[in-house]
Each structure stands twice: as structure tokens, then as C-alpha cells.
């Protein structure tokens, strides 16, 4: 049996799970979100924890079970306290600003790079130690979002600078040998 869908989900005060068919919504304080599971599975909510069954032991059931739990799971979290991701600029006069809702960018193009959030993103820059937080209620989103402004510059191997996940290490390559 699958270790992780075996495992229940449990639901948190103020999170609403309504389940019709194969569709799963879940309502919660930071957002509502939407799912069509696999029509195999069984889901059933009793008693403030869901659990997700599986009808068979073949492999492409076992596959969906772990997998269909994990992203129900992903939602309860999403909707009772959020995700979020944080990234670093490195580099002189590389800097990362808030105007309204967008983020924008100065990391050594010729132009300042404006990125928009999608609905359920905001971001939130600091300035002093230089960092970006993206935050929201979809995990998928925000590391989605996360990934496109690392791409804008993404870290060099030489001196470092670019855009980089805050636990992200990066192999450092020697420059060119000096003459002797």
C-alpha cells in the first residue's frame, strides 16, 4: 500500500471541503481551489480528516493514489496558510522593488524587467537583505512564479550575481589562469 495515501489528510478549522463525482473544492480563509481527481480513486471526509482509497493493487492505481493525496493535501495547506518561496539578487546594482502588485527588476539589462502576478500571488521585497518572497494559496504558482523571475537572470557560475532560491547552491567555476 501506497505510504503517503494511506496517510489521512486532516482538515483545519475554517477549511470547507465539498466533494461531487470526481471534483474536489476546498474553501478555506486565503482562497478556494479546484481539482478533478482520477474517477478511480475514492475519496471519502469523515470526522475532520479526509482519506483517499485506491480500487486496485496495479501500478497505475498505486501511481494515482500517493499522487492524488499529495495534491489534496497541497490544497488544504494552500488555503489554510499559504506557501511561499523565497529568492535572493546578488550583484552590484542589482536590485528588486514592489510597485503596487508588481515586482520589478533591475538586474543588469538595459531596462527595468516588470513582472504581474497572477490572481492569488503577491510578492514582498527586502530591500536590506535583498530578497523576494512570492506568496500564495497554490503550491504549483507559486513555484511557477518563482521559477520565471529566477529565469529573468538566472546565477552565474564565475562571480555568483543573478537570481537565486535562497537555500540554492551555486558551483563556482575558476576564471581564466593569469599569465606567468
Known amino acids: 500500500m501506497s505510504r503517503v495515501g494511506r496517510m489521512p489528510v486532516m482538515i483545519p478549522q475554517g477549511v ?37 482509497q485506491r480500487p486496485t493493487d496495479e501500478a497505475q492505481d498505486r501511481a494515482m493514489h500517493g499522487l492524488t493525496r499529495s495534491l489534496i493535501n497541497n490544497m488544504v495547506v494552500g488555503v489554510s496558510r499559504g506557501f511561499e518561496k523565497t529568492l535572493e539578487v546578488n550583484g552590484v546594482g542589482y536590485r528588486a522593488e514592489v510597485n503596487g502588485q508588481n515586482l520589478i527588476l533591475n538586474v543588469g539589462y538595459s531596462h527595468p524587467v516588470v513582472m504581474e502576478p497572477p490572481e492569488g500571488i503577491s510578492f514582498e521585497v527586502d530591500v536590506r537583505t535583498r530578497q523576494i518572497k512570492v506568496m500564495g494559496y497554490d503550491k504549483q504558482l507559486v513555484g511557477q512564479m518563482a521559477a520565471n523571475i529566477r529565469s529573468v537572470r538566472p546565477p552565474e557560475p564565475y562571480k555568483g550575481k543573478g537570481i ?17
Not at 478555506?28 to 478511480?40: I, S
Open 164 to 180: 537565486r532560491y535562497i537555500d540554492e547552491k551555486v558551483r563556482r567555476k575558476a576564471g581564466k589562469a593569469g599569465k606567468v
Open 16 to 52: 470547507n471541503v465539498e466533494i461531487k463525482g470526481s471534483f474536489l473544492r476546498v474553501k478555506g480563509p486565503k482562497g478556494q481551489l479546484e481539482f478533478t481527481f482520477p474517477a478511480k480513486m475514492m475519496i471519502s471526509v469523515d470526522e475532520g480528516q479526509l482519506n483517499v
